[in-house]
């Protein structure tokens, strides 16, 4: 316990208090500090971003795979992915990290293999190589978040952004008839007929954090059974670029986001054709 | 029925105080500090005693700074436990 701790009481009441119950057979939650580095990460507060690597930490941690998969980091938010997860991972220029991993996969095909990609990333510059690795049906998994604006370059209007949402390119809200509808890419993919599961997820509340989870253990387990592309996407909060504290920008997303964007399984694999279960 | 108790503790140091916790506290036991962490953020406190280890605020933080803990069953069953000073003794009352 260092001296900052000493100093606010409250918090050293508790920490006597709780004694009774903190040991390690009692533990119900923690980090995957195995996969997930103890590195403070540098997602803003609040940022989903943060949610969706634990999870992916979590999953790769309970399957045990952490020497076998590669990711692929985007240009975004989250081009610095490789520094919190304790995988190999590689970097790929803007919107083409679907791309680079399905080079990945076709040199190591026994590896599991990853994108994880943002909206501006994967629906703006790189809506080519993501329509073709689904369409050619790679055996890859990727991780689309959304959260409807270019979050790193300062709140860029992006492809998803909503109608009459505001950013900087769009002050005046996003005018359909001049810069078109938003895209909902995942709809698009689903029709494709190598995508094997498409699903849309949210990590906003706690029911939707364990329903995500469930969706990338999954999408690995298909991968592993070699079915076709894994398509999930997330849907996100932007706190810093929609000019809103984390709390609120969840209530946005729940009011604004989801009416739009409604969360399920989009493309479920036929029950029929599985053998397993 | 006996309340479950839980408890959990934030690494206050890596805690960036978005609070999602506290919206997402079915026991509103969670409140901001009045101090700041060394990264100046206004860090999150469990001020209440009562804790049922649901989880839900470890499963929306973002940064991952929450361990949440939680009595079992076999625990309960045990309501005290009494060691005497040096160690040797130690008597186990159960229910």
Known sequence: ?277 | MAKVKGDIVIDIEKCKGCELCMDACPQDSLERSKQVNKKGYLYIVKVEDNCTGCTNCALVCPDGVITVYRQTAKNKEQIAKITNVTGDITVTVKE
């Open chain 1, 1 to 277: 316990m260092n001296e900052k701790t000493m100093l606010d009481d409250q918090h050293y009441e508790n920490m006597i208090a709780e004694e009774s119950v903190c040991n390690a057979e009692n533990l119900v939650y923690e980090k995957p500090s195995k996969v997930l580095y103890d590195t403070p990460m540098h997602y803003c507060p609040g940022c989903g971003h943060g949610v969706v690597h634990r999870l992916l930490a979590e999953v790769i941690e309970e399957l045990g795979i952490t020497s076998d998969i590669i990711g692929v980091a985007p240009v975004g938010c989250s081009v610095l992915a490789y520094n919190y997860l304790n995988i190999d991972m590689s970097e790929a220029a803007h919107g083409r990290a679907s791309a680079v991993a399905t080079g990945i996969k076709r040199v190591l095909p026994e590896k599991y293999v990853f994108s994880y990609q943002g909206d501006g990333d994967l629906a703006a510059i790189g809506t080519g190589e993501t329509i073709h690795t689904c369409n050619r049906g790679e055996n890859i998994l990727i991780l689309f978040i959304n959260n409807g604006i270019y979050g790193m370059t300062g709140g860029q209007m992006a492809p998803t952004t909503l109608p009459n949402m505001k950013s900087t390119t769009s002050p005046f809200g996003r005018d359909v008839e001049t810069m078109g509808s938003p895209l909902k890419i995942t709809e698009l993919v689903a029709q494709l007929p190598g995508t094997y599961y498409v699903t849309r997820q949210s990590v906003h509340k706690p029911v939707n954090v364990r329903k995500t989870k469930k969706a990338i253990l999954k999408a690995f387990e298909y991968q592993k059974l070699k079915k076709g592309t894994c398509f999930i996407e997330v849907v996100s909060n932007c706190p810093s670029n929609w000019k809103m504290n984390p709390v609120e920008s969840n209530k946005w997303l729940d009011e604004n986001m989801l009416p739009f964007y409604p969360l399920g399984d989009i493309k479920v694999p036929d029950k029929n054709l599985q053998t397993d279960d």
